[in-house]
């Protein structure tokens, strides 16, 4: 059982280019995540998914897009990446939007924008 | 306004005891997670306050008093593998979490 997986594991990128961070669950959790991890701040979310087929922002989602087709994938695109997304990249999961339930992350992506 | 404090590093010497603290402003709170970040990793679950009081699991314990806006996490018996990042977060009025930036917690032998 794999989990959260993402790929790549890291990504040096020239700016300007599009990029698409992957993250596939197996869980059959409802609610999916992306954060950034910078150093210094806390996790910061990027955008999430409650459930398939719906998304919305969070507290960064400028230059970033998601799509959430079903239910075991959850894709970031940076359209046009700049030096200031380069990061760590985390998708998590969880079972629905309530509060007790936990969020399960993935092994992360260390993306440099160049 | 939505903020969550907690301090940026802590030395503690293997088998003693530490106390790491959080204060947090959020507004429509339902609740705070712990969780434990070893560098270069993901963040893992560790526990999960909604009500005041403390919730002990093991060597680490979790307290909350929502009226004061502060929880600590208590480290027992400390070992060389607790060094690692913790990290609190607050769930707001809609089930979002609010990161803190996390205490880098550090072992001596």
């Known amino acids: 059982i794999a989990g959260i997986t993402q790929a790549p594991t890291s990504q040096i990128l020239a700016a300007g280019r599009r990029m698409t961070l992957r993250c596939t669950q197996d869980m059959r959790h409802n609610a999916m995540y992306w954060y950034r991890q910078d150093l210094g701040l806390g996790l910061r979310l990027i955008h999430y998914?409650?459930?398939?087929?719906?998304?919305g922002k969070g507290e960064v989602p400028d230059g970033y897009s998601v799509s959430r087709a079903n239910t075991d994938d959850f894709p970031l695109t940076l359209a046009s990446a700049v030096p200031s997304q380069t990061s760590v990249y985390f998708c998590?999961?969880?079972?629905?939007?309530?509060?007790?339930?936990?969020?399960?992350f993935g092994p992360g992506t260390r993306l440099t924008v160049l | 306004g939505q903020n969550i404090d907690q301090p940026t590093e802590m030395t503690a010497t293997e088998g003693a005891i530490v106390q790491i603290n959080c204060t947090y402003q959020?507004?429509?709170?339902?609740?705070l997670f712990w969780y434990q970040q070893h560098a270069g990793e993901a963040p893992t679950f560790l526990s999960y306050?909604?009500l005041d009081g403390l919730e002990e699991k093991g060597r680490f314990s979790s307290f909350l008093s929502r009226s004061k806006g502060y929880s600590y996490l208590l480290l027992k018996e400390l070992q060389m593998k607790d060094s690692a990042s913790y990290l609190c977060a607050s769930v707001d009025s809609n089930y979002q979490l609010i990161w803190g930036a996390g205490t880098k917690l550090i072992i001596k032998p």
């Open positions: 998590a999961t969880s079972e629905g939007e309530s509060s007790y339930n936990e969020q399960f």
């Open positions: 998914s409650n459930t398939a087929g719906t998304t």
């Open positions: 959020t507004s429509g709170f339902n609740g």
């Open positions: 306050n909604v």
